[in-house]
């Protein structure tokens, strides 16, 4: 049965902690995001439009849907003649 956590990250961000004594409100981990605060008060995680290119279909294809399932994102493309299904992360 799938499970769901709602997680706060309130105190930011720190990747210099063990996982057996991370607190769970504090992010280890981010990819083109970024936070933001007004005043030292408020934190925010905003998405940003990243400049590292971490996948890319197979030429000439064209993504035409996609779904995340187990923190696997399952990609279906086309080109003219041909269907793909691809993975990201990929299988090694």
Do not use: W
Not at 40 to 65: V, W, Y
Request: hydrophobic share 30%.
């Amino acid at each position: 049965m799938r499970q769901t956590a709602t997680n706060e990250f309130r105190d930011g961000m720190n990747l210099d902690l063990h996982p057996l004594v991370t607190p769970k409100t504090v992010l280890t981990d981010n990819l083109n995001g970024t936070f933001i605060t007004y005043n030292g008060n408020e934190l925010c995680l905003q998405n940003d439009r990243g400049n590292t290119k971490t996948a890319s279909l197979s030429p000439g294809f064209t993504a035409i849907g996609a779904k995340e399932h187990n923190g696997i994102i399952y990609i279906v493309s086309v080109n003219e003649d041909v269907t793909e299904i691809g993975t990201y992360p990929g299988v090694d």
